[in-house]
């Protein structure tokens, strides 16, 4: 098991560095020159090379992003070219946001996605099935600034259960609750149909094995048939799934961050694009690679634990 | 049995959620109805960037600014230029501009607002290291002197017309030395103005607090918060719940939404800015001036802002009706589509197509949509290019395109401040996106500049605008209208012509 940690936390570093490289190069690539960004249309052609100078860019490209190298390794991943604001910062202010609702969502996702799969592989073929195929299919194709509008509208503006939007309690107060309920709902609602879906295939797989129909013949409990023989062989799918969306979630979820006005890290990376603020889209791109990576580390440990037989000596 | 029970449910679910989106634009909320309380909030759609009048350039951090601190003169509501930390000025020669401050005025942190800190402001504004965006606006003035406390001196190398306008501007808003040396001004803001920064809260969100020894009747509003919605329509939401009480800068297709939502109030007021198409004067045909003249009679302009919802004026010249140096009467190109059609025909504008370049916001999308097919009407064949904001700035600017659609907001309100940018050969490759080049206009823009008798400017500045709009570098489409909803409690809220506005005489009722 350590050496599964300290190879994958290897790997991490070669990747990240290979991230920092592309997303690097590809920013300073792109058309759009941050410092005609920060002078806006009025400004004048003195204005910006004066702008330019003062950010760097007028450095040649690769001194650039060694220095910025240097800087990840010292922990320091620079300054906002627009706010002036550091990286760090920045993204330490934001990522409870994204991180509070990813848990929230993935909650939901987990609640509904697994309750629902095992129910419509236990009654395969009835109407039940019919109607969570039909549900999941809806969860996955409708799009979230629609669910999410729609929500607003019929919970927030007409029944004002829940705030139209914003993040600004933590989750486990009752405002915060109140806040997360909705977005989470909406993101969740994605990724619980993708877990349903899951679950429900892997469940009837199990259902049909000879050792549940053994633990059935030799007596045993439904109940205890379902969740002791069943549940815990059909997981390893659905716990890559969830830790997938889980991944995903966490790095940000920039049309629901903005539906719903929550300033977490998706919104700051697309602002960041939008603005050409290259250290900001650079660190957070960063956190969002090692956390993905680091939450399917989580997942392949959890293997272990669920299924002995699965080994990484 | 179960089934049927099931699918009924779901039936009746359908209909409600259906019934409650459907009257959700006519139900009114007024989540703040008996609250006086002296708060407010405004949502914006895009973050402020930073708190520095000198270091920033962006509409919605200069929202803020405005509140935080105060420039030497301002616009009333006429439009007229006020002193307002000045307490006069005189113009000894054309050259230098002695300016005489008011007394006992402090910043916030207790600094004492005076000449030296109105040269340190403008010194630091000009610095080449400081590398301000709005460093152009005080270009013409070369040096800055205390003559005594409370006396300041400008003096500039030729004449400068727009001085007085550029002195309204926000960024030359005058910042406390103080706390410039000690603290970083863009987190952390030191101002002469009615509110004072309290805190950041959620990553971008800004408190202001009244300021109580403001040099003139402190503010009414207690406390006010800035607060970022990206989704407009999640904002009006929020308005209608009462959880936010001002938006501005509206879109003519959310006007019929609000309009109908019981606690809400819009203000619109005719504006500065101005949206127009830019011809490419270097290349061929636009560079021909029978093809800029039937492009002007194909477009029905006035017909346009019908799609505006009242989100527009027509005026038929470049400087707009709101601008110092607005012509009495207006003598652009009249809409005719048979007139644009034989000079397509007599000169064969229709063999060859246009590229229209345009930034991928809404308005200007449905804009070039609109040029597009009135163009082919007349038979010349026009196609769009669209793209993102950031690099349309780059593009635009090197001339990589036939005609492109521009806006100007014009925060100073002053004509100079339109045509020198927009049109003075000094400024291709830059800000004069028609690469136009007329020594004539040159001319005009240069003394309209120079010339510091303010019945002197308006006449060059009429005489320029005509001649504009009979040589049609450009083509006005529409002039803006600065537009706000606001909650029916707020009281006493004013919208400039410019698009800013202050929150230092609005209360709650």
């Known amino acids: 098991m350590a050496g599964l940690i300290v190879r994958r936390i290897f790997q991490l570093v070669l990747l990240l560095i290979g991230i920092s490289f592309i997303v690097f190069m590809s920013m300073h690539i792109a058309p759009g020159d941050p410092a005609s960004i920060i002078g806006g249309p009025t400004a004048t052609q003195e204005d910006v090379e004066a702008i330019r100078e003062n950010l760097g860019l007028n450095e040649p490209l690769l001194t650039q992003y060694f220095d910025y190298v240097k800087g990840i390794f010292t922990g320091d991943l620079g300054f906002s070219y627009q706010t002036k604001q550091a990286v760090s910062e920045a993204i330490i202010d934001r990522f409870p946001n994204t991180l509070n609702l990813a848990i929230a969502s993935i909650i939901v996702a987990i609640v509904i996605g697994v309750t629902t799969g095992i129910i419509s592989a236990l009654k395969h073929n009835t109407w039940f099935d019919g109607l969570c195929t039909v549900i999941a299919l809806g969860g996955i194709s409708i799009p979230n600034f629609w669910l999410g509008a729609i929500l607003i509208l019929i919970f927030a503006v007409n029944l004002q259960w829940f705030p139209v939007g914003g993040l600004t309690e933590p989750f486990w107060t009752i405002e915060g609750m109140k806040q997360l309920a909705l977005p989470a709902i909406t993101l969740g609602t994605g990724s619980a149909a993708m877990i349903a879906r899951m679950s429900r295939s892997a469940m009837l797989e199990v259902i049909r094995a000879d050792y549940v129909r053994t633990a059935r013949a030799k007596g045993v409990r439904e109940k205890t048939v379902i969740m002791m023989h069943c549940l815990r062989n059909a997981m390893i799918p659905v716990i890559t799934v969830i830790g997938l969306n889980f991944g995903f979630l966490l790095g940000g979820t920039i049309i629901t961050e903005s539906v719903f006005a929550i300033n977490g890290v998706g919104r700051l990376m697309i602002e960041s694009i939008a603005a050409r603020d290259f250290p900001m889209v650079q660190g957070s791109v960063l956190l969002v690679a090692t956390l993905f990576v680091l939450v399917n580390l989580i997942v392949d440990i959890v293997y272990a634990f669920i299924d002995p037989r699965i080994s990484y000596e | ?509």
């Open chain 2, 1 to 509: 049995m179960g089934k049927k029970w099931f699918t009924s449910l779901l039936a009746v679910l359908f209909v409600l959620s259906l019934a409650l989106t459907g009257c959700s634009s006519s139900s009114s909320s007024g989540g703040s109805a008996g609250d006086a309380k002296q708060e407010l909030t405004y949502a914006t759609t895009s973050k402020v960037v930073g708190l520095s009048p000198i270091l920033t350039n962006d509409s919605v951090s200069s929202t803020v600014i405005e509140q935080i601190y105060e420039t030497l003169f301002v616009r009333d509501s006429k439009g007229e230029i006020v002193p307002h930390l000045a307490e006069s000025y005189e113009n000894p020669d054309e050259n230098t501009w002695v300016i005489k401050l008011k007394k006992d005025i402090k910043f916030h942190d207790g600094t004492p607002f005076n000449a030296e800190s109105v040269k340190y402001t403008f010194d630091k504004l000009k610095d080449p290291a400081t590398a301000a965006p709005r460093a152009s606006l005080l270009a013409p003035v070369s040096s800055i002197e205390v003559q005594d406390e409370h006396t300041v001196v400008l003096k500039t190398e030729k004449p400068y017309g727009p001085m007085l306008a550029a002195l309204t501007h926000s960024n030359a808003a005058i910042v406390s030395p103080t706390a410039d040396k000690k603290q970083d001004l863009m987190k952390d803001p030191v101002g002469t103005g009615p509110f004072k920064f309290s805190e950041k809260v959620n990553g971008d969100d800004i408190v202001l607090v009244k300021n109580e020894d403001y040099w003139q009747k402190p503010a009414k509003l207690e406390k006010i918060t800035f607060t970022v919605v990206p989704e407009v329509s999640t904002a009006i939401s929020m308005l209608q719940t009462g959880k936010v009480q001002l938006i501005d800068g509206l879109a003519p297709e959310l006007m019929p939404r609000l309009e109908k939502i019981k606690n809400v109030e819009t203000q619109k007021v005719d504006g500065t800015p101005v949206y127009y198409l830019a011809f490419n004067m270097e290349k061929a045909p636009m560079n021909d001036l029978k093809f800029r003249q039937a492009v002007s009679h194909a477009i029905n302009r006035e017909g346009y802002l019908k799609k505006l919802n009242g989100l527009g004026v027509f005026s038929n010249s470049f400087i707009g009706p709101e601008v110092f140096g607005h012509p009495g009467d207006e003598k652009g190109p009249e809409f005719d589509q048979e007139k644009a059609k034989e000079l397509v025909k007599a000169n064969g504008f229709d063999k060859k197509e246009v590229k229209m370049l345009v930034a991928n916001t809404a308005s200007y999308m449905n804009m070039a949509e609109v040029i597009q097919a009135q163009l082919k009407e007349v038979g010349i064949p026009a196609k769009i290019e669209t793209l993102e904001w950031g690099t349309y700035l780059d593009v635009s600017k090197t001339g990589d395109f036939d005609i492109t659609i521009a806006g100007w907001s014009n925060v100073t309100g002053d004509g100079s401040e339109l045509l020198f940018p927009r049109l003075h050969s000094a400024n291709i490759d830059a800000t004069n996106l028609s690469r136009y080049k007329d020594a004539e206009l040159d001319k005009l823009i240069d003394q309209s500049r120079s010339v510091v008798d303010q019945e002197q400017r308006q006449e060059i500045l009429t005489k320029a605008d005509e001649y504009v709009m009979t040589q049609l570098p450009v083509l006005p489409i529409y002039h803006g209208i600065a537009s706000a909803a606001y909650d029916k409690s707020v009281k006493g809220f004013k919208m400039e012509p410019t698009g800013q506005w202050s929150l230092y005489s609005v209360h709650r009722e």
